[in-house]
């Protein structure tokens, strides 16, 4: 039983450090009006979503409606300026944390967290 766990939390390791480097580079090197501004913001929540899956691999079948109901927080923060009511100021954790509300980053979220929940509804669909 421990080792389909560890294996789970394995696969579940491997997408995040995989998308989590996905992202990195697209902040970096990706400098566009497509790819970074939606893409990276969809691939955001599977980040956040598989990281949540490494902790806990067969439990909350509905995940990734809290990964949005997180994200649409986050992105609220974004709108009341949390960054600076915060008194955040190193560059790499302000960019990670962004600094703009748009609709269209909420889209895109929702998209990332219909693609977690297809995944999941797969496999929890798979263990009844």
């Not at 997408?15 to 400098?31: P, Q, R």
């Not at 300026?81 to 509300?101: A, E, H, K, R």
Request: aromatic content about 18%; some cysteine.
């Amino acid at each position: 039983m421990k080792s389909k766990l560890l294996k789970k939390r394995l696969i579940f390791l491997a997408v995040f450090v995989f998308l989590f480097f996905v992202e990195v580079l697209i902040a970096l090197y990706v400098h566009d009006d497509f790819i970074r501004p939606y893409v990276g913001d969809m691939i955001v929540t599977v980040v956040v979503w598989s990281f949540a899956r490494i902790v806990f691999p067969d439990k909350f079948r509905l995940m990734s409606l809290y990964v949005m109901i997180f994200a649409i927080l986050v992105e609220i923060g974004q709108y009341f300026n949390y960054v600076d009511i915060l008194g955040i100021t190193n560059p790499i954790l302000v960019t990670m944390m962004g600094t703009s509300f748009a609709w269209a980053d909420i889209a895109c979220y929702a998209v990332g967290c219909v693609i977690a929940a297809i995944f999941d509804i797969i496999r929890f669909r798979k263990k009844t």
